[in-house]
């Protein structure tokens, strides 16, 4: 791909996530950003959400025992299907389709409803993705013990399957 053919690409992008005057990419460096948008999320973002406290996939069980809560943020429909023992489900997303996804407005509101703002929750969803924007809303929201699925309930059930006196709903 051309030098050009980056920048057009890259404007493409910025006019969706950044609708300001001069919304290419030259004039979006020109205000000042220095950061890159990949997927609709930012470098800095990236950065951010990469620095969340995480829980690793065979520690879940331990820490569940131990009073931690499992939030289930797949859709519901997704967790009717399978889901951690004794796992709550609020849905990060109302839908999602290939034209896009729509956020639950009131994931937080739902969240701060079932649990208090100092219990430990971990958070999980298919693969990782989406717990990780979950986790940071939460914490930006007030939630002091809340920790991010590494690789989500797939790497739970990998974990589970590796014990034998696993059990899954």
Not at 53 to 67: A, I, K, N, Q
């Amino acid at each position: 791909m051309t030098r050009t053919q980056q920048h057009r690409k890259l404007d493409k992008a910025f006019q969706r996530s950044h609708p300001f005057q001069d919304s290419t990419y030259e004039g979006w460096r020109r205000a000042g950003h220095h950061h890159i948008v990949v997927n609709g999320v930012c470098s800095y973002e990236q950065k951010e959400l990469e620095a969340l406290p995480t829980v690793d996939s065979g520690e879940v069980r331990d820490l569940m025992s131990s009073g931690h809560h499992y939030l289930d943020v797949r859709l519901g429909k997704d967790f009717d299907k399978a889901h951690a023992d004794g796992a709550r489900n609020i849905s990060y997303y109302l839908s999602v389709t290939p034209s896009g996804k729509e956020k639950n407005p009131r994931f937080v509101d739902e969240v701060a409803a079932l649990f208090g703002k100092d219990e430990h929750l971990i958070v999980g969803c298919n693969t990782g993705v989406r717990s990780r924007l979950a986790t940071k809303d939460l914490l930006d929201a007030g939630f002091k013990n809340v920790r991010n699925l590494q690789g989500g309930y797939q790497s739970f059930l990998r974990s589970e399957s590796q014990q034998p006196e696993a059990h899954q709903q």
